[in-house]
């Protein structure tokens, strides 16, 4: 079982920086890909970043890329999303999960992702 928190949402200006921060419990986290995701409300829940469980591998979705740094301390058993030049169309709810098993190409699906935090929100003002 893994157990995941997010934090550091909150609001800010268009231009303006967040780092969100997801602490995850259980032993095996550190064999996890993780990832962020996030939904807008009336959208769909999107894929944001993903890592895999040794950092090796990276995904970014093309309206975060250049502006999204996703990493991880597995001594910290936490992830983080250095969100920078953030823009209103980054405003949602923001989710961190884990993959017990997964692929550089599966990793940007939700459904390979077993566990999921509740979500902190973010909100860019214009």
């Known amino acids: 079982q893994v157990q995941l928190v997010e934090s550091g949402g909150g609001l800010v200006q268009a231009g303006g920086s967040l780092r969100l921060s997801c602490a995850a419990s259980?032993?095996?986290?550190?064999?996890?890909?993780m990832g962020w995701f996030r939904q807008a409300p009336g959208k769909e829940r999107e894929f944001v970043a993903a890592?895999?469980?040794?950092?090796?591998?990276?995904s970014y979705a093309d309206s975060v890329k250049g502006r999204f740094t996703i990493s991880r301390d597995n001594a910290k058993n936490t992830v983080y999303l250095q969100m920078n030049s953030l823009k209103p169309e980054d405003t949602a709810v923001y989710y961190c999960?884990?993959?017990?098993?997964?692929?550089?190409?599966?990793?940007?699906?939700?459904?390979?992702?077993?566990?999921w935090g509740q979500g902190t929100q973010v909100t860019v003002s214009s």
């Open positions: 999960a884990a993959a017990l098993r997964s692929t550089a190409a599966t990793m940007t699906v939700s459904r390979t992702y077993d566990y």
């Open positions: 890592m895999s469980w040794g950092g090796a591998s990276t």
């Open positions: 259980g032993r095996t986290f550190s064999r996890s890909a």
